[in-house]
T-cell receptor, first 115, second 116 residues
Framework: AQKITQTQPGMFVQEKEAVTLDCTYD???????LFWYKQPSSGEMIFLIYQGSYDQQNATEGRYSLNFQKARKSANLVISASQLGDSAMYFC????????????FGQGTILTVHP | EPEVTQTPSHQVTQMGQEVILRCVPI?????FYWYRQILGQKVEFLVSFYNNEISEKSEIFDDQFSVERPDGSNFTLKIRSTKLEDSAMYFCASSEALGLADNEQFFGPGTRLTVL
């Protein structure tokens, strides 16, 4: 079973600054994947970044990086050089290696970028 | 760029009525999913589907729900007798593969279901 906890209901950041969105997970699977999705006010779900449990390096995708600390069971998303268009809801999700693709989502964090 | 499409974007129905939500996954994808998001809450998994069979389903996906791939392109979610608590945004997703590293799920824009 998977459980995702996002403890920050809302975060504010100044444009061009970096921001970290927290995510902790709990899982009974020996292998698993961690995902971040962005949900703008329009409602669609946009895949941002993926980290595998056996990956040695932290994942990076452009301005997004995932700070993966396996011992602490955390998978924080770091957005560098925030832009106004980054304002959205952000969901952390996990998937067990034995599942058929079932993603388990956290409650989400609303990020607001100020000019 | 290929994308998942969903119709309708908004469906309003009376309690007890049947609704069918439609999705067209990305054409070369083999794995299909339905999720729902009650307003202001987190996204919840409903069901995964592969090779014309349900692979996995959640406790939410009870006998009132069914999924079907009636032809080579559509993937549908049917709710037989809608309840007020079925009001939510329903997302369809698809992926090309199932391995952890290549299971990126592409989501459709969602169908907002309102049950009155």
């Amino acid at each position: 079973a998977q459980k995702i906890t996002q403890t920050q209901p809302g975060m504010f950041v100044q444009e061009k600054e970096a921001v970290t969105l927290d995510c902790t997970y709990d899982t009974s699977d020996p292998s698993y994947g961690l995902f971040w999705y962005k949900q703008p006010s329009s409602g669609e779900m946009i895949f941002l970044i993926y980290q595998g449990s056996y990956d040695q390096q932290n994942a990076t995708e452009g301005r997004y990086s995932l700070n993966f600390q396996k011992a602490r069971k955390s998978a924080n998303l770091v957005i560098s050089a925030s832009q106004l268009g980054d304002s959205a809801m952000y969901f952390c999700a996990s998937r067990g290696g034995t599942s058929y693709g079932k993603l388990t989502f956290g409650q989400g964090t609303i990020l607001t970028v100020h000019p | 760029e290929p994308e998942v499409t969903q119709t309708p974007s908004h469906q309003v129905t009376q309690m007890g009525q049947e609704v069918i939500l439609r999705c067209v996954p990305i054409s070369n994808h083999l794995y299909f999913y339905w999720y729902r998001q009650i307003l202001g809450q987190k996204v919840e998994f409903l069901v995964s589907f592969y090779n014309n069979e349900i692979s996995e389903k959640s406790e939410i996906f009870d006998d009132q729900f069914s999924v079907e791939r009636p032809d080579g392109s559509n993937f549908t979610l049917k709710i037989r007798s809608t309840k007020l608590e079925d009001s939510a945004m329903y997302f369809c997703a698809s992926s090309e593969a199932l391995g952890l590293a290549d299971n990126e799920q592409f989501f459709g824009p969602g169908t907002r279901l309102t049950v009155l």
